[in-house]
């Protein structure tokens, strides 16, 4: 089943630096969920200055609870910088899907 993570960071003045300071443990994370084929697609939000403040993520899991235990190690959950979480079911266009055959 596919879900829409999308994780808005703190709008405190420490919030960017606690993302950077995970930033590489997260990205290491969504590579080795890429190679399992469980990350789909992902990137950072951006404000009106292009400074990252979230994530939106396109994950594919068997189920609700196997996604809920990714968000468990989730770096970016870890270490607080996601303040806020969002997640959805969500259907990629079988188009898009092509590109991972």
């Known amino acids: 089943m596919q879900f829409m993570i999308t994780g808005y960071d703190g709008t405190d ?3 960017l ?3 950077l300071a995970v930033r ?3 990205l290491k994370l969504a590579k080795e969920m890429f190679q399992q084929k469980k990350c789909l697609y992902g990137g950072a939000i951006l404000d009106e200055n292009e400074k990252m403040i ?3 993520v396109i994950v594919d899991f068997e189920s609700r609870a196997a996604l809920d235990e990714y968000l468990k190690v989730e770096p ?3 270490g607080n910088v996601w303040q806020k979480i969002e997640v959805k079911p ?3 266009a079988p ?3 092509g590109l991972y055959k």
């Open 24 to 26: 590489e443990e997260h």
């Open 17 to 19: 630096d606690r993302r």
């Open 95 to 97: 188009l898009f899907m």
């Open 13 to 15: 003045e420490n919030a």
């Open 76 to 78: 970016y959950v870890i």
């Open 54 to 56: 979230g994530s939106c």
């Open 90 to 92: 969500y259907k990629v």
